[in-house]
C-alpha cells in the first residue's frame, strides 16, 4: 500500500508539473505565471522605484535628461528633437507597453492572435471596415512629410530600445496573463491610434435602422421624430453668426430617392447619447487676472491605465506640457509658454453607408453610373491562437470596402441580384494629424493654431484655443462637401450623385474668435444654428452641458482657475430643469402610495443636482428612462430598428408641447393611453424599481448608491479596476459620468506672463497594477480637485517636486 500511495504521489507530482508548465484556454501556463524568478511577484513595484539611473541607448545622438516628479510625471529635456521623441517613445514603453500593444492589436485586427476564437469576429470587424487599409494611407502620408517621418521613426526606435531590454520576467503582467511576448513597435502602429480614436470618436452610425424606421414610417413620421435641429439648442458657433467671410461652394444634389425598401438587420456600431466632452475659453476681460483661461476635460470610455499618459517634453524651439496617446509622440492636449488648446468631438457625419449591386456572386463587378465597373480585393489573415489562420477576402469598390455582403435583393426586374454594403469613412483619407499636433506644441499665437488646424482631419473636433491675447474656437476636420442629409439613411451605391463631392474648404469651416460674449466653448452640440450653409450632421449631442457651460461663463466676472475647476465638475441637470416641472404636473398626490408620496415629496424638493447624495436625481433619472422608455418601446420594438429611439430633445417636445401626440397611447393595450397615463405609470414605475433595487426609501437611494461608478481595467481583470466608488454626475450634465464614461483629463491652463496648467486623470502614470503609480490620482479625480502641473523652464529648475532623474545618453 505505501509503495502504491507512494507512485501515486509521484505520478500526481508529475502530472502538476506537466499542467503547470502548459496552457489551457486563454489561461497562462501557471507555473510560468507563479514562479517567483519570472511570474507575475516580478510585476510588484515600491513607491520608491523612483531612483536615480544613467542609461546607455543604441540610436540616441546626444544627451536626455529626464526628471520624475512625485506622480512619476516625466519631464523630457532633449538637445535635438529625434532625442526628445526617442526619450518619450522609451519613457511611453517604459510605463505602458502592454497597453499600447493591445490597443494597437484591436485597431489592426489582430487580437485573436492572443486572445483566441471569441475575438475573431471584432478582428474580422476591424479589417472589413478597413482600419489596416485607412492606416496605410495615413502613414503614407505621414511618412511623405520629413518632420512627422523624423518623429515617428525616432518615437519607435525609442519604444523598440526599452522592449529589448526585457526579459520574460520583466513583461507586464498582461504578457504573463495571455502568455505572449512584446513584439518590436512599427511606425504604422502610430497610426493604428490614430485609427482607433477615429473609431472611438466617429466610428458610430445608426444609418441601418434610420432606412428600416424610414421604411415602417415613411418619410413624413420619420422627419417629425428625427428631425434636423432640435428644439432646445445653443449650438458652438453663437446663433446669428454672418457667414459673410466666404463664398459657399455649390451645393451637390441628391440622387432620386435612398433605398427605403430595404430592410437589413445589419448591427453597425451605434451612436450613443450621454458621452460627453467640454471645453471652453475666457477672455481675459472676464477673469481675475486679466489673461485668458482655457478649461478642457474630455469624456472617453474610463480605463485603468488611462487613454491618456501625462508628459513635459522639452528641447530647442519646444517646450510643452499635457497630455498624449500612449503609442504616439507629442502633446495631444496640453499648453506650452504661449498657447494652450484643447479638444471636443464635433460628431461629423463622415461615414456613410452604400448599398452596392453586383452583377453574380462573384462580386468581381459592381453596378455604378450605368455600367459595371471593376471591384478589387483585399485578403486579410487573421491569425487565431490555437487554430489555423483565417483568410477572409474583403471585396472594395471605388466607395470602400464591402462590411457586409451575400444578401439578395429583388431589383426592377424581379430577379434577385447580389448587394453588399460599402463603408465610405473619412478614417479611409490620407491624412496627417501628427503635423497638426507638432505645429500646436511649437505654436507660438493665433496664426499657429489657424496653421497647424490644416493638417487635422478626423476625427473632426473642436479645437479651443487661447494665448496671452485671444481666445478662439472652431469645429474642425476634413468634411465632405455634402448635400443635406446625406447619410442619415443608406446611400444608392449605384449613383454617382450620392458619392462625396470633394471637401468644405478649409477655410469654410465655421469659427469664431474674441468673441463680444466674451468665451467660446463647446459639448459636442450643434456645431451652428441652421444658418451655416454647409451639412455637417443632423443630429449632434443634446444641448444641455453646453447650455449650462454658457449660462455659468456668462454670468462670471473675475473667473479663476478655481472657477474653472468647479464649473467642470457641476452636476446641475438642465434637462431636469426643462422637464421635470411639467412631468410633475401630470402626477396627483391623492392617489399614491405613502412610498410613492414620500418619492413625490423628495423630488419636488429637489434641486435638479444629481450630487452623490441626492435621493431627488435618482428618483428623476429612474422616472425619465421609464418614461422615455415606454413613450417608444412599442412602436419601436421591431428589431430592425435596434431600440433607436427619437432623441431626449424630441421626447422633451412631445412632453411639453404636444400632450395629445398619438405616441403616448401603448398600442399593446386595447386602451388608449394619454400623456398623464404613460407619465404617471412611468413614476409608479421607477419608485417599484428603486424599491426592488435598494429597499425602503431612504440613504440607499441616494445617488450614489443606485447607480454606483467603476474604473474597469484596460484587462478587465476585476482586481485591477477601481472597485465601485459613489459619484455624482449623469450623461446630461457637465461632469458626464455615464455608463463607464466621463472626463478622462480635466485640463486648466491659466495664461499670463508665466503660464500655470492644472490638470488630472482618472489613475496614475504607470499601467503596473502593481506599482503605486498605478492609481495614485484617482482620489484627486474623484473629489474634483486639480493638481498643479510642474511646468519646468530648463533642465536645471530646482524644484522639491523632483524626485528622480534618468540621464540617458548614446551606447
Not at 502592454?98 to 492589436?105: F, G, H, N, S, V
Not at 467640454?278 to 470610455?301: M, Q
Not at 404613460?678 to 447607480?707: C, E, H, Y
Request: with cysteine.
Amino acid at each position: 500500500m505505501k509503495i502504491t500511495k507512494a507512485l501515486l504521489s509521484i505520478a500526481f507530482t508529475l502530472l502538476l508539473i506537466w499542467a503547470l508548465q502548459k496552457k489551457f484556454g486563454i489561461a497562462p501556463p501557471l507555473g510560468k505565471f507563479l514562479s517567483p524568478a519570472e511570474g507575475f511577484w516580478q510585476n510588484a513595484e515600491s513607491k520608491n522605484i523612483l531612483q536615480t539611473h544613467q542609461l546607455k541607448l543604441k540610436g540616441l545622438q546626444g544627451k536626455v535628461t529626464i526628471k520624475f516628479d512625485e506622480n512619476h510625471i516625466p519631464h523630457i529635456f532633449a538637445d535635438n528633437l529625434h532625442d526628445l521623441y526617442y526619450a518619450q517613445g522609451y519613457m511611453t514603453a517604459t510605463d505602458r507597453l502592454w497597453q499600447m500593444d493591445i490597443q494597437t492589436r484591436q485597431a489592426a485586427g489582430r487580437l485573436a492572435e492572443v486572445i483566441g476564437p471569441k475575438v475573431l469576429d471584432i478582428d474580422r470587424y476591424h479589417r472589413r471596415m478597413g482600419m489596416v487599409y485607412g492606416a496605410e494611407k495615413t502613414l503614407n502620408a505621414m511618412m511623405a512629410d520629413p518632420i512627422v517621418k523624423n518623429m515617428i521613426l525616432a518615437y519607435t526606435d525609442g519604444i523598440n530600445a526599452y522592449i529589448h531590454t526585457l526579459s520574460p520576467k520583466d513583461y507586464p503582467i498582461e504578457f504573463k496573463l495571455l502568455n505572449y511576448a512584446p513584439e518590436d513597435w512599427k511606425p504604422i502602429n502610430c497610426a493604428f491610434l490614430l485609427k482607433l480614436m477615429s473609431e472611438t470618436l466617429a466610428g458610430g452610425s445608426n444609418e441601418f435602422a434610420m432606412s428600416n424606421i424610414l421604411k415602417k414610417f415613411g418619410p413624413g413620421i420619420t422627419n417629425d421624430l428625427f428631425p434636423d435641429y432640435p428644439m432646445h439648442e445653443d449650438p458652438i458657433i453663437p446663433a446669428g453668426t454672418k457667414w459673410d467671410y466666404f463664398k459657399p461652394l455649390t451645393i451637390p444634389k441628391p440622387s432620386a430617392g435612398f433605398l427605403a425598401s430595404m430592410t437589413d438587420s445589419a448591427k453597425t456600431k451605434p451612436r450613443v447619447e450621454g458621452i460627453g466632452s467640454n471645453n471652453w475659453a475666457v477672455a481675459g476681460s472676464k477673469t481675475a487676472s486679466g489673461y485668458p483661461i482655457l478649461a478642457n476635460d474630455p469624456h472617453l470610455n474610463l480605463t485603468l491605465p488611462s487613454i491618456w499618459y501625462q508628459v513635459q517634453l522639452s528641447a530647442p524651439g519646444m517646450n510643452v506640457y499635457g497630455v498624449s496617446l500612449p503609442g504616439a509622440p507629442c502633446v495631444i492636449l496640453g499648453f506650452n509658454n504661449d498657447i494652450s488648446w484643447g479638444i471636443t468631438n464635433v460628431d461629423a457625419d463622415v461615414l456613410d453607408w452604400y448599398q452596392e449591386k453586383f452583377k453574380d456572386g462573384q462580386m468581381n463587378e459592381y453596378w455604378y453610373n450605368n455600367q459595371w465597373n471593376k471591384t478589387t480585393r483585399r485578403i486579410e489573415k487573421i491569425d487565431v491562437l490555437g487554430e489555423k489562420p483565417i483568410y477572409d477576402t474583403v471585396v472594395y469598390t471605388h466607395h470602400g470596402p464591402v462590411v457586409y455582403e451575400n444578401k439578395t435583393q429583388q431589383d426592377d426586374g424581379h430577379d434577385f441580384v447580389p448587394i453588399g454594403h460599402s463603408l465610405r469613412w473619412i478614417a479611409h483619407e490620407p491624412s496627417d494629424e501628427l503635423m497638426a499636433m507638432y505645429l500646436l506644441n511649437t505654436g507660438k499665437n493665433y496664426d499657429d493654431y489657424r496653421k497647424a488646424l490644416h493638417y487635422f482631419s478626423a476625427p473632426a473636433s473642436n479645437f479651443v484655443f487661447a494665448s496671452k491675447t485671444d481666445i478662439a474656437i472652431t469645429p474642425n476636420g476634413k468634411y465632405p462637401l455634402k448635400f443635406k442629409d446625406q447619410g442619415k439613411f443608406i446611400l444608392d451605391g449605384t449613383d454617382p450623385a450620392n458619392d462625396w463631392h470633394g471637401w468644405i474648404p478649409f477655410e469654410h469651416d465655421p469659427t469664431v474668435k474674441n468673441p463680444a460674449r466674451g468665451f467660446v466653448s463647446s459639448a459636442n452640440q450643434s456645431s451652428t444654428d441652421p444658418s451655416y450653409p454647409y451639412y455637417i450632421n443632423w443630429s449632434f449631442a443634446p444641448y444641455e452641458r453646453g447650455k449650462r457651460i454658457n449660462n455659468r461663463l456668462a454670468a462670471m466676472n473675475k473667473a479663476t482657475v478655481d472657477s474653472m475647476r468647479i464649473l467642470q465638475s457641476d452636476t446641475y441637470s438642465i434637462r431636469a430643469q426643462d422637464i421635470l416641472p411639467a412631468m410633475l404636473e401630470y402626477i396627483d398626490p391623492t392617489r399614491l402610495d405613502a412610498t410613492q408620496l414620500s418619492a413625490y415629496h423628495q423630488i419636488n424638493m429637489w434641486n435638479k443636482d444629481v450630487a452623490a447624495n441626492s435621493i431627488g436625481a435618482s428618483i428623476y433619472g429612474y422616472w425619465w428612462l421609464a418614461t422615455y422608455h415606454a413613450i417608444w418601446e412599442d412602436e419601436f420594438a421591431d428589431k430592425n430598428l435596434q431600440t433607436n429611439y427619437p432623441s431626449a430633445d424630441r421626447t422633451e417636445q412631445l412632453i411639453l408641447k404636444e400632450a395629445n401626440s398619438k405616441w403616448f397611447d401603448d398600442v399593446r393595450t386595447p386602451e388608449k393611453e394619454t400623456a398623464s397615463d404613460i407619465i404617471s405609470k412611468a413614476f409608479n414605475t421607477a419608485v417599484k424599481q428603486l424599491t426592488d433595487k435598494q429597499g425602503k426609501i431612504g440613504p440607499n437611494w441616494q445617488w450614489g448608491k443606485v447607480r454606483p461608478f467603476e474604473i474597469a481595467s484596460l484587462s478587465r481583470q476585476p482586481a485591477f479596476g477601481s472597485g465601485n466608488f459613489e459619484a455624482g454626475g449623469s450623461g446630461t450634465t457637465i461632469n458626464a459620468l455615464n455608463d463607464g464614461h466621463g472626463p478622462s483629463w480635466r485640463m486648466v491652463v491659466q495664461m499670463g506672463p508665466k503660464v500655470k496648467g492644472y490638470g488630472i486623470f482618472p489613475g496614475g502614470e504607470s499601467g503596473n497594477p502593481g506599482s503605486f503609480f498605478y492609481s495614485d490620482m484617482l482620489k484627486t479625480w474623484q473629489t474634483g480637485q486639480l493638481k498643479e502641473l510642474l511646468f519646468m523652464q530648463s533642465v536645471n529648475e530646482a524644484s522639491p517636486r523632483i524626485k528622480s532623474t534618468y540621464t540617458l545618453t548614446a551606447k
